[in-house]
């Protein structure tokens, strides 16, 4: 689920007290299931995990279902690549997993959850091809979205989708944006093949954007990027009140360490309620096209680095800051796009000489 194996409640998901509990996960396209290992709660309450069931469905037809009989151990592990634990005729291809609960009152807690599988490459060849309109050279990855999927069109990063969810795009198209309406909803590229370093070199990100949340004085993560073995150890785009603000933090001296904090932050409450396009060049920042005057702060500051390498749209941490709006089109490069490219992008009409 999250990584956390330990005995800390904070990485424990659990239901109230309710018929029929389920928990599952979207896996962003369908693949070939071959092992599942459960993890159940260590500290306690282990019983209310008996006689659970385990579904796998392959775009929404159910391919395998699995009943557990009695109690469980910590780890429960179902293998579906030599003889079948149920009725499931093999291969088992899915692209979600369901866990629940039969019965009334029942309290679902599942301390880790591990799907192991390799890609169906049928249905990866399905994905659509490159819009006309997205710039080609030195493209490190581009997302549309649709049926809230994560899948890079590179067929390179794909986001896993931890609680997001589906909503009409800018165009009224089904099922083509991705919506967070809260913690802890998000979605994350663990250690993508990328890595680029904002200050250092040239890069850009560009992405379509809906903001519909409360403004709050705390910082809320809309994009991140972390990697404990660059220069740039964090790159965030966050919203702080009715500011949307690019974040950089990275190592300028090793011993002993210290970091350069480099922010730069422009007002985007007349854009609350409504799509707008987000181009991030370096440090600074396009608005539908437009670039925005804005100011680079700075400062030395202490840090912690990041142990993960990973790429997360939404807030993944545990606070009480929650990303709450939609997300479309996302695309990275590893250059700055010039002016045409970004207005393209943008959907703004130009002559063309």
Same mark, same amino acid.
Request: net charge negative; charged share 20%.
């Given at each position: ?21 389920? @928990? ?21 309450? !282990?019983? !209310?995990?008996?006689? /659970? ?11 395998? *279902?699995?009943? *557990? ?17 149920? =009725? ?25 959850? $591990? ?30 979205? $649709?049926? #809230? ?11 896993? =989708?931890?609680?997001? #969810?589906?909503?009409?795009?800018? *165009? ?28 250092? =070199? ?22 991140? /990027? ?27 001296? #090793? ?19 409504? @799509? /707008? ?11 539908? #096209? ?37 997300? $479309? ?25």
């Amino acid at each position: 689920v999250n990584g956390e194996r330990g005995e800390n409640i904070d990485g424990i998901t659990h239901t109230d007290g309710e018929v029929n509990p389920w @928990w599952k996960v979207h896996l962003q396209a369908s693949y070939k299931i071959e092992n599942i290992t459960i993890t159940h709660r260590l500290d306690c309450c !282990r019983e !209310r995990s008996e006689n /659970f069931v385990l579904e796998i469905f392959n775009n929404g037809e159910l391919t395998c *279902h699995y009943r *557990h009989n009695g109690h469980v151990t910590t780890n429960t592990d179902i293998r579906f690549h030599d003889e079948p634990k149920s =009725s499931c005729p093999l291969p088992v291809f899915g692209t979600e997993v369901m866990i629940r609960l039969v019965g009334e009152k029942k309290i679902l807690s599942l301390q880790e959850v $591990d799907v192991l599988g390799v890609p169906n490459r049928n249905e990866f060849s399905k994905e659509p091809s490159l819009p006309d309109f997205v710039p080609r050279t030195n493209l490190l990855g581009w997302w549309n979205f $649709d049926k #809230g999927l994560g899948m890079d069109t590179l067929q390179q990063n794909n986001f896993l =989708s931890f609680g997001a #969810g589906v909503i009409p795009d800018r *165009h009224a198209n089904q099922q083509a944006a991705i919506s967070f309406t809260g913690y802890p909803q998000y979605m994350q590229i663990p250690n993508p093949t990328f890595t680029f370093e904002p200050t250092r =070199s040239d890069f850009t990100i560009a992405l379509w954007f809906y903001m519909n949340d409360i403004p709050h004085e705390h910082p809320t993560k809309i994009l991140s /990027f972390e990697n404990p073995n660059t220069i740039v150890k964090e790159w965030n785009i966050v919203k702080v009140g009715e500011k949307i603000c690019v974040d950089v933090i990275s190592l300028i001296n #090793g011993d002993p360490p210290t970091f350069l904090h480099s922010s730069t932050c422009l007002d985007i409450d007349q854009y609350r309620g409504q @799509w /707008f396009h987000l181009t991030v060049l370096g440090l600074a920042l396009y608005i539908n #096209g437009n670039i925005q005057e804005s100011t680079v702060l700075q400062r030395i500051r202490t840090y912690i680095v990041p142990n993960h390498h990973t790429f997360t749209i939404g807030d993944a941490d545990y606070t009480d800051n929650h990303f709450v709006g939609y997300v $479309d089109d996302l695309g990275i490069w590893k250059r700055y796009l010039s002016d045409e490219e970004i207005l393209d992008l943008a959907e703004i009409e130009q002559e063309r000489v």
